[in-house]
T-cell receptor, first 113, second 112 residues
């Protein structure tokens, strides 16, 4: 079945550092890919998405490119801020999976001032 | 007001008690979901509903039941709560075409 694997955390960075959170997926069809973010005490909210190969999703300085050849959707940001401290979830939604959304385990990011 | 509202936000109960978590939405979406979040396990799907007459089991439905009372309301029940059902529960909605999920703020359940 479909699955999502993302790097374990926590990830601790200093402010203005470069961020990469790796995400790879397994899917039977051609899934849409998502990154969600969960700030402390809140529900998840969509950060960015990509619906087909080579698409790049971007939002709030974050970006991720849908790489079908490597089945990856790595999240990057050039300069993190303290306010980016949160848990980040990679996810996919696939017609073959009945359009249910499958989540990775989440990666907690701490950004130090 | 939030588009997806969950009640209660926090609940402590004892083993064997019946618990209901309620979710209501003003998004106008047909699709509603219940997920469970545990540390290190991400979110796992419990049940989902693609319209009022449609209920489907997710990957971890044992010990849970749901009711879709209306397009806007989807409740999750634990008939006889047990300690390993202690978790953070999220309701979510989406529109028809596998798009973005919209989450409530979560219901933290502790079973003693």
């Amino acid at each position: 079945g479909d699955s999502v694997t993302q790097m374990e955390g926590p990830v601790t960075l200093s402010e203005e550092a470069f961020l990469t959170i790796n995400c790879t997926y397994t899917a039977t069809g051609y899934p849409s890919l998502f990154w969600y973010v969960q700030y402390p005490g809140e529900g998840l909210q969509l950060l960015l998405k990509a619906t087909k190969a080579d698409d790049k999703g971007s939002n709030k300085g974050f970006e991720a490119t849908y790489r079908k050849e490597t089945t990856s959707f790595h999240l990057e940001k050039g300069s993190v801020q303290v306010s980016d401290s949160a848990v980040y979830f990679c996810a996919l939604s696939d017609q073959g999976g009945g359009f249910k959304t499958i989540f990775g385990a989440g990666t907690r990011l701490f950004v130090k001032a | 007001d939030a588009d997806v509202t969950q009640t209660p936000r926090n609940r402590i109960t004892k083993t064997g008690k019946r618990i209901m978590l309620e979710c209501s939405q003003t998004k106008g979406h047909d699709r509603m979901y219940w997920y469970r979040q545990d540390p290190g396990l991400g979110l796992r799907l419990i049940y989902y509903s693609f319209d009022v007459k449609d209920i489907n089991k997710g990957e971890i439905s044992d010990g849970y039941s749901v009711s879709r009372q209306a397009q806007a309301k989807f409740s999750l029940s634990l008939e006889s709560a047990i300690p390993n059902q202690t978790a953070l529960y999220f309701c979510a909605t989406s529109d028809l075409f596998a798009g973005e999920l919209f989450f409530g703020e979560g219901s933290r359940l502790t079973v003693l």
